[in-house]
T-cell receptor, first 116, second 114 residues
Framework: GAGVSQTPSNKVTEKGKYVELRCDPI?????LYWYRQSLGQGPEFLIY????????DSGLPNDRFFAVRPEGSVSTLKIQRTERGDSAVYLC??????????????FGPGTRLTVL | AQSVTQPDIHITVSEGASLELRCNYS??????LFWYVQSPGQGLQLLLK??????LVQGIKGFEAEFKRSQSSFNLRKPSVHWSDAAEYFC????????????FGTGTRLTIIP
């Protein structure tokens, strides 16, 4: 079946601009996660959704970052007033987990964001 | 807070040789442990996972890993590597309840030489 998809695959923007990154999870997966991977590093957790609600947003670095999942499927990560330090690969993952059960996370190919 | 250490940034092995990638974790209870592989331009692919039970876990592509609680380790092994195994390998730890996020190590880059 189809895996996690992310669009765009690459995004180049200028400092101070607003960007939106989209994630389409595997159909039927209730949990959705965003991670950020900087060059030479492992992925770092940003936010986790269970259904439509953000269950854990403790990884969002500041209030310029926001994510939504209004219908419990597609999610959008929004970054305001982008800074050069935001340049990274943004990874999305989904999981079929039910509440209270840890399960495997399946990752998308990522969106490479470059802030000039 | 949970954490993962992958002590080897880069490893080079000859094709056909055996491989062991090290992973040490820090977590207050029994962790959930994962190994993912990332090829250039690709997303993370799950190789194997440990949740409970048998401490020797078999994964895809001929990989296995052993959970050793006494050493807080979850090392990845393969008896004979292939050129296609060249990639970045990440170990990750997750809580076994509540907190859903995965904490990843910094990765080990594997180079295969003929």
């Amino acid at each position: 079946g189809a895996g996690v998809s992310q669009t765009p695959s690459n995004k180049v923007t200028e400092k101070g601009k607003y960007v939106e990154l989209r994630c389409d999870p595997i159909s039927g997966h209730t949990a959705l996660y965003w991670y950020r991977q900087s060059l030479g590093q492992g992925p770092e957790f940003l936010i986790y959704f269970q259904g439509t609600g953000a269950a854990d947003d403790s990884g969002l670095p500041n209030d310029r970052f926001f994510a939504v999942r209004p219908e419990g499927s597609v999610s959008t990560l929004k970054i305001q007033r982008t800074e050069r330090g935001d340049s990274a690969v943004y990874l999305c993952a989904s999981s079929p987990r039910l509440a209270g059960v840890t399960d495997t996370q399946y990752f998308g190919p990522g969106t490479r964001l470059t802030v000039l | 807070a949970q954490s993962v250490t992958q002590p080897d940034i880069h490893i080079t092995v000859s094709e056909g040789a055996s491989l062991e990638l090290r992973c040490n974790y820090s977590y207050g209870a029994t962790p959930y442990l994962f190994w993912y592989v990332q090829s250039p331009g690709q997303g993370l692919q799950l190789l194997l996972k440990y949740f409970s039970g048998d401490t020797l876990v078999q994964g895809i592509k001929g990989f296995e890993a052993e959970f050793k609680r006494s050493q807080s380790s979850f090392n990845l092994r393969k008896p004979s590597v292939h050129w296609s195994d060249a990639a970045e390998y990440f170990c990750a730890v997750g809580a076994n309840f509540g907190n859903e996020k995965l904490t990843f190590g910094t990765g080990t880059r594997l180079t295969i030489i003929p």
